[in-house]
């Protein structure tokens, strides 16, 4: 049977099969609902704190955290959005711009992309971060706005570039005389806190809400909302939706995996022309999704974090015991000489380290080395043959997979 034949049968059988969806968009975690259940607090906390600008008036900056997928983006575009509506009802000068930090990846992004939102004119390369920060901070003063930033995921821009951006933001209204800059940055770590300047984190956390995670009921009762929007009518069984919820209940509260859940067991159910999604149908879509995730979370790395990441593969190839952070920081230098990088610091390349045992990429554990002291242990928790799988066609890393640390292979000829 040749492709063509092949094609022509899968999009028959989809064509003809059982509908579940009604409108799938609604179970993917980016989409805004017109409200957000059991978040009532943050959204009313948030509101009262940025409805200053709607006089002008520069609202206190404000730092959120909670765990991932606990509503944190969601409330703040949400309240955002509103806000911006409200404002130019009443013809308030009221802008704000939201990025993601892991996605832009360096503090000239960060910067283009706030400038932009502005007003500014600033290209993809070529200019100093200094000027880009200039004129950033002509374009607020021309527009004569409260200019609102929201800076997500700004633990990751901060453990691989440092916290010198955000000083610069939260210092920047000094140096405005008509435009005003309000911060809000949302970080998924609870521990990020540790790596700012005492300077940065006062100026950063003048206000603070933190997330909690939603418990099985409050999951549940999401899904219900999203899934009377999302499925056709009895094309879902209360178990299913109950399991959805459980099973991301025990994941920290996390609405993203309930929703990935709910999605991909109805793909499922469609693509075998089943008629109500069951169980089972949420038991295969979480062996799929687990799979696709730790792949998803591999590829989205920060470049740094992927050498780290490179260091531990490489070392374990030789070594059953795991790797001590000594070993992984000169097999991480190596990498990045390699890669024509400049290595980051060691305080900088433990922060790394942590972050990965966070998301469940390594394990890390103190060990004591009696007289020697105490030293971390690091493994692999994800299976070798993925690291390899993701990183062999990366087209800066795939060299990499495969290379041989010289610093391993001197330790190995010495210990013979």
Request: charged share 25%; proline share 2%.
């Amino acid at each position: 049977m040749n492709s063509n034949n092949v094609l022509d049968n899968v999009f028959s059988r989809f064509a003809n099969n059982i509908r579940v969806f009604k409108d799938r968009e609604v179970l993917r975690h980016d989409y805004l609902p017109d409200k957000l259940p059991h978040r009532e607090e943050q959204i009313r906390k948030l509101g009262e704190t940025v409805a200053p600008a709607l006089n002008g008036v520069r609202s206190s900056n404000i730092f959120i955290y909670g765990k991932t997928g606990t509503g944190k983006t969601a409330v703040t575009k949400y309240v955002l959005n509103y806000l911006e509506l409200k404002a130019k009802g009443s013809g308030a000068p009221v802008k704000f711009c939201y990025v993601n930090c892991r996605m832009a990846g360096s503090d000239y992004r960060v910067l283009a992309c706030l400038s932009r939102n502005i007003g500014a004119s600033v290209p993809f390369t070529g200019l100093s971060v200094g000027e880009v920060f200039d004129r950033l901070k002509k374009a607020v003063d021309v527009s004569r706005a409260v200019y609102i930033v929201v800076l997500d995921e700004v633990d990751a821009l901060v453990k691989l570039r440092g916290d010198s951006l955000l000083y610069d933001l939260t210092r920047i209204n000094e140096s405005l005389k008509y435009g005003k800059v309000t911060l809000i940055g949302i970080s998924n770590d609870l521990r990020f806190k540790e790596l700012l300047d005492p300077r940065v984190l006062s100026s950063l956390s003048e206000e603070e809400i933190v997330f909690r995670p939603y418990d099985a009921a409050e999951l549940k009762n999401i899904l219900s909302e999203r899934a009377s929007a999302g499925f056709v009518d009895s094309s879902l069984s209360d178990s299913a939706l109950g399991l959805c919820a459980a099973l991301a209940a025990a994941e920290h509260g996390d609405a993203r995996r309930a929703l990935d859940l709910l999605r991909v067991a109805g793909e499922v159910a469609e693509r075998e022309g089943a008629a109500v999604v069951t169980e089972e149908h949420v038991r295969r879509a979480e062996k799929h999704i687990d799979h696709d995730r730790v792949l998803e979370a591999l590829q989205n790395l920060t470049l740094h974090s992927k050498l780290v990441v490179l260091s531990i593969y490489n070392i374990c190839k030789t070594s059953t015991r795991g790797a001590i952070t000594g070993e992984i920081s000169e097999v991480y230098s190596e990498l990045c000489t390699r890669s024509g990088l400049t290595p980051l610091t060691q305080r900088r390349l433990s922060a790394l380290v942590n972050e990965l045992d966070v998301m469940g990429i390594v394990s890390a554990k103190v060990v004591s080395m009696g007289r020697y002291g105490r030293t971390k242990k690091i493994r692999l928790e994800i299976m070798r043959t993925t690291v390899k799988e993701v990183f062999s066609t990366d087209a800066r890393l795939g060299g990499l997979v495969d290379y041989e640390p010289r610093c391993m292979t001197l330790a190995s000829n010495c210990k013979g």
